[in-house]
């Protein structure tokens, strides 16, 4: 009798003992908009809907892979962390997510780390078109402040996940990197892009026919550029408008050339392209040349620029053939 006593007291204790496999996940929802709540994590093709309560309350248990999660009512949206054995309780105002969602429970930490880190974006990116106008010292000052706010609130919570913390620290990382590089390339077209800038110039980029060109080659002339490519399926879409706006503008003084970037193997597909869709104007292949693409800061295509007679630059980013603000660009300029 002993010896089951004992055997048992061990398999309960084993059992009492075991780490939950699973997420229990409550909480309250005040002014609820919907009957449900979908916990979502869609890189992981994981998704589970929730009933909520007439009362606001809601409780189930999530089987998850460690990571983030949206939560979505219908209507608002936010971000919570799971891990397996985690026991979460969320409390929110459907009328202010923002400000009143909290967490509490084994496991909360992370999740109300990013309460927190949401309300503080939201000011944050209501500024940055503004602060990516701003000269490099201010513009260094204002993102620093923020990166260094964030590090410090991270490394201040002794209680986070190890895995968390290094996926948050990655991530404003990333972030500090991308806002750089933007405000790089907004310092670059006002520096060297501006108008009246001479243009970045390509040489002997060749037609279907072999013939060379280079841009002095349209000196006098106001030059529209068309960078494309035979894969890209918006620069494909401009290709009617392209047509229909050289034939408008024939005899005029301005060239239409379209330069594309496509890879020296597609060459063939480039000039059938050319012929099967008679395109217009003069049509030139870089033949993997990007030093024009680079000078122009070209990272999407299609990218349309215009160059007056001086070959200095007009527009770097000049509307596309679609666009009703091309022609008033060119009756500024008298073409």
């Known amino acids: 009798m002993k010896k089951i006593i004992y ?20 909480g309250k929802i005040d002014n609820k908009v919907s009957d449900s709540i979908v916990v979502a994590n869609p890189q992981k093709g994981y998704s589970k809907t929730i009933k909520v309560n007439d009362d606001g ?66 000011d944050f990116n209501k500024g940055i078109r503004a602060m990516l106008e701003l000269p490099k010292p201010e513009f260094d ?24 913390v290094a996926m948050q620290k990655k991530n404003i990382g990333f972030l500090e990197t991308q806002l750089t590089k933007m405000h790089d390339e ?10 009246g800038n001479p243009s970045p110039k390509f040489s002997k980029y060749e037609t279907p026919e072999r013939k060379p060109y280079s841009l002095e080659d349209f000196k006098g002339k106001f030059v529209y550029i068309d960078v494309w490519a035979t894969w ?10 392209l047509q229909k706006l050289e034939e408008e503008y024939k005899g005029k003084n301005i060239e239409f050339v379209s330069i594309s970037i496509d890879k020296r193997d597609d060459y063939f597909t480039w000039n059938d392209m050319v012929e099967e869709k008679n395109l217009g104007g003069i049509q030139l292949f870089a033949n993997e040349d990007l030093s024009f693409t680079n000078a122009y800061q070209i990272n999407d295509i299609p990218r349309f620029i215009l160059i007056d007679p001086d070959g200095n630059i007009v527009d770097s980013d000049a509307p596309r053939p679609s666009d009703p603000k091309l022609k008033a660009l060119f009756t500024e300029n008298g073409i």
């Open 232 to 241: 890209c399926p918006p620069c494909l879409a401009q290709i009617p408008f």
């Open 141 to 164: 000052s204002k993102l620093n402040t923020y990166v260094s706010d964030f590090t410090s609130r991270l490394d201040k919570k002794t209680d986070l996940d190890t895995a968390f």
């Open 7 to 26: 055997l048992f007291f061990a398999v309960s204790l084993f059992f009492s003992c075991k780490k939950n496999d699973f997420v229990s996940f409550s």
């Open 186 to 195: 907004k310092l670059y077209f006002k520096k060297v892009l501006a108008k």
């Open 57 to 122: 309350t809601f409780k189930d248990t999530l089987k998850v892979d460690d990571g983030l999660f949206s939560l979505f009512d219908g209507k608002n949206s936010a971000i919570a962390y799971f891990r397996n054995g985690d026991e979460i309780t969320m409390n929110m105002n459907a009328n202010d997510v923002i400000q009143s969602i909290s967490f509490a429970g084994k496991g909360a930490a992370e999740s109300n780390f990013l309460s927190v880190t949401s309300q503080n974006q939201i």
